[in-house]
């Protein structure tokens, strides 16, 4: 079956490598671990992530909507800042309600008194390699930092949430930091149920010592008596899917720059906020080399500068890899480009085109 580019395009076999790393976890370590929405929220393969994952966390109540109506299994809410609509709204559905702060927690603790209630915790130490999202920067707003206001809304607690990594392979530096939240809050977990320790630890990372993480968890598990969670974004669906585009036009300006029919900005935002590249699945070191750009009219709309074993022409197809996380969920109009469509190639290899957009979505997307 021919797809009309852009399209991104989940491999469920490619997901189900990481799944595998999730349920492995989950059964040397006892810990669960629930989806983080914001990272990736393309539910046409949820059916598959449910066999493997013990819910959903969110940032939003709609988020936290979409996990309850798609994902089932546990639904965990959380918001920097919830409106009395969204705690009144976001109750009829959810497992646990997490609040960031105290001053939250006081304001709606009566609504939301027969769920599990859940505050995050602001340990003051991160492992994030951008300033942009590190919560422990300074005035940071993510999370209660003094440990007189936490012990005082203990009663109310069945659990902490720490959200402190992101994109961290360094499993030694992990035991560190869960060493540390051991040593600060220890007396406190032991009046809890449960301990979330966030996303961003890369354990489905080739090479990432699994067994040793697991055991690690265990064991903080089993030393304060609580339930860990997990709450995997980029690890769940890292390398699970593709961007494919087409060359539509060759321009030279010094190099050769091949524009395809896709953005950075509009497709692919978080490469553009992080200043990253993107990546190819086999990345050549040799051959034709091109800077690939987007057609956005931001000048800075660069993919990157890759090599091909071939000269590009008008119609040559450019796959960027690694692109299931942040990138869908934070898809826009801008330009009013074509709005890549979402295939899948299920497990049996079937390709499935799950939704196209078209003039009518730009339009609506406005008024
Ligand atoms: C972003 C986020 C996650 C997921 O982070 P990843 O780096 O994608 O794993 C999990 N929990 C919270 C609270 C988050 O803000």
Same mark, same amino acid.
């Given at each position: 079956?021919?797809?009309?580019?852009?399209?991104? =395009?989940?491999?469920?076999?490619?997901?189900?490598?990481?799944?595998?790393?999730?349920? @492995?976890?989950?059964?040397?370590?006892?810990?669960?671990?629930?989806?983080?929405?914001? $990272?990736?929220?393309?539910?046409?393969?949820?059916?598959?992530?449910? @066999?493997?994952?013990?819910?959903?966390?969110?940032?939003? #109540?709609?988020?936290?909507?979409?996990?309850?109506?798609?994902?089932?299994?546990?639904?965990?809410?959380? $918001?920097?800042?919830?409106?009395?609509?969204?705690?009144?709204?976001?109750?009829?559905?959810?497992?646990?309600?997490?609040?960031?702060?105290?001053?939250?927690?006081?304001?709606?603790?009566?609504?939301?008194?027969?769920?599990?209630?859940?505050?995050?915790?602001?340990?003051?130490?991160? *492992?994030?390699?951008?300033?942009?999202?590190?919560?422990?920067?300074? *005035?940071?707003?993510? !999370?209660?930092?003094?440990?007189?206001?936490?012990?005082?809304?203990?009663?109310? =607690?069945?659990?902490?949430?720490?959200?402190?990594? $992101?994109?961290?392979?360094?499993?030694?530096?992990?035991?560190? @930091?869960?060493?540390?939240?051991?040593?600060?809050? !220890?007396?406190?977990? %032991?009046?809890?149920?449960?301990?979330?320790?966030?996303?961003?630890?890369?354990?489905?990372?080739?090479?990432?010592?699994?067994?040793?993480?697991?055991?690690?968890?265990?064991?903080?598990?089993?030393?304060?008596?609580?339930?860990?969670?997990?709450?995997?974004?980029?690890?769940?669906?890292?390398?699970?899917?593709?961007?494919?585009?087409?060359?539509?036009?060759?321009?030279?300006?010094?190099?050769?720059?091949?524009?395809?029919?896709?953005?950075?900005?509009?497709? +692919?935002?978080?490469?553009?906020?992080?200043?990253?590249?993107?990546?190819?699945?086999?990345? @050549?070191?040799?051959?034709?080399?091109? +800077?690939?750009?987007?057609?956005?009219?931001?000048?800075?709309?660069?993919?990157?500068?890759?090599?091909?074993?071939?000269?590009?022409?008008?119609?040559?197809?450019?796959?960027?890899?690694?692109?299931?996380?942040?990138?869908?969920?934070?898809?826009?109009?801008?330009?009013? #480009?074509? +709005?890549?469509?979402?295939?899948? %190639?299920? =497990?049996?290899?079937?390709?499935?085109?799950?939704?196209?957009?078209?003039?009518?979505?730009? #339009?609506?997307?406005?008024?």
């Amino acid at each position: 079956m021919k797809i009309t580019t852009p399209y991104y =395009l989940i491999d469920e076999n490619k997901l189900l490598r990481n799944m595998e790393i999730i349920r @492995q976890v989950r059964q040397l370590s006892g810990a669960k671990s629930v989806l983080a929405l914001k $990272c990736f929220s393309t539910w046409s393969v949820f059916e598959l992530m449910r @066999q493997y994952m013990d819910g959903t966390t969110s940032s939003s #109540l709609f988020e936290a909507r979409l996990g309850y109506e798609k994902f089932g299994k546990e639904t965990h809410a959380y $918001c920097v800042g919830y409106s009395a609509e969204d705690i009144r709204a976001v109750t009829a559905f959810a497992d646990k309600v997490i609040f960031n702060s105290a001053s939250q927690l006081e304001r709606y603790y009566e609504l939301v008194k027969t769920k599990k209630v859940g505050l995050r915790v602001n340990p003051g130490i991160s *492992h994030s390699h951008f300033d942009l999202a590190d919560p422990a920067r300074r *005035h940071s707003r993510l !999370g209660v930092t003094d440990k007189a206001v936490l012990a005082a809304q203990l009663p109310r =607690l069945s659990g902490f949430m720490f959200h402190y990594n $992101c994109e961290n392979d360094d499993y030694p530096a992990f035991v560190r @930091q869960l060493d540390y939240i051991g040593e600060q809050y !220890g007396d406190m977990l %032991k009046e809890l149920e449960w301990i979330s320790l966030g996303g961003g630890i890369y354990f489905t990372k080739e090479g990432y010592p699994v067994e040793a993480f697991s055991r690690t968890l265990a064991d903080f598990a089993k030393t304060y008596g609580v339930q860990i969670y997990l709450e995997p974004g980029e690890s769940a669906i890292t390398g699970a899917a593709e961007l494919v585009t087409r060359v539509v036009d060759i321009v030279q300006n010094e190099i050769n720059i091949a524009i395809v029919d896709a953005s950075v900005e509009g497709h +692919m935002l978080d490469l553009l906020i992080y200043r990253l590249a993107a990546k190819m699945e086999a990345e @050549q070191t040799t051959g034709h080399s091109y +800077m690939v750009a987007g057609r956005s009219c931001l000048a800075g709309d660069v993919f990157g500068t890759f090599h091909f074993a071939d000269r590009l022409e008008v119609g040559s197809e450019i796959r960027f890899a690694d692109a299931a996380g942040y990138t869908m969920v934070k898809k826009n109009w801008f330009n009013g #480009l074509a +709005m890549p469509a979402i295939a899948v %190639k299920r =497990l049996d290899g079937t390709l499935e085109v799950v939704r196209t957009f078209d003039y009518a979505d730009f #339009l609506t997307s406005l008024s």
